[in-house]
C-alpha cells in the first residue's frame, strides 16, 4: 500500500527527539527499533566512520497519526552533512477531535515556541502552530465543531 512519511534529520540528536515524539504519540518504533551507522556493513572504498559515530542513528520510523510516519536520522558532519533548521516544512497534523488537538499541541509545544495558539479559523478548522524543542514547525487543523 502507498504511504507517505515526513524524513527529519538531526545533528546528533535523533533518539532524543524519536523518544520525545514517542511520548508525544504513544506509539512505538517500526522495524525493530533503532538502527545504528554500527549495524551497516563495510562497503567497499567507504572510508570508515569515527568511533564517536558509530552509535548514532542510522534510521528510525515511528507511527505518528492519520496513517502517517515520522522517518529520521542522524546526520553526521564526518559524512559531510550539515543540518540547518529550516522555516520551510511544517508537518500538519489534522486530528479528528478537538481533544487530541489539544494534547498533541500542547504535548509538542513543550520546550518550544507556540507561533499561532490554537483557535477557530476563518476557513472553519480549529487552527495552530508552533515549532518545537527541535526546531520541527508543526501546523493543526481540526474539522470538529
Excluded at 42 to 65: A, F, R
Aim: contains cysteine; proline residues 6%.
Amino acid at each position: 500500500m502507498a504511504s507517505v512519511s515526513i524524513y527529519l534529520n538531526f545533528p546528533r540528536e535523533t533518539e532524543k527527539a524519536f523518544n520525545f515524539y514517542r511520548s508525544v504519540f504513544g506509539t512505538e518504533l517500526e522495524g525493530g527499533g533503532i538502527m545504528r551507522f554500527r549495524d551497516v556493513p563495510p562497503v567497499e572504498g567507504m572510508p570508515p566512520m569515527p568511533e564517536e559515530d558509530l552509535d548514532l542513528v542510522m534510521h528510525c520510523s515511528l507511527p505518528i497519526t492519520g496513517g502517517f510516519s515520522l522517518m529520521g536520522s542522524d546526520a553526521p558532519e564526518s559524512m559531510g552533512f550539515r543540518v540547518t533548521a529550516g522555516n520551510n516544512v511544517y508537518i500538519n497534523l489534522m486530528p479528528d477531535t478537538r481533544k487530541e488537538t489539544e494534547r498533541l499541541f500542547k504535548a509538542l509545544a513543550e520546550g518550544g515556541t507556540v507561533e499561532t495558539e490554537l483557535q477557530d479559523m476563518f476557513w472553519g478548522d480549529y487552527f495552530g502552530s508552533l515549532t518545537d524543542q527541535f526546531g520541527i514547525r508543526w501546523m493543526f487543523n481540526c474539522a470538529e465543531k
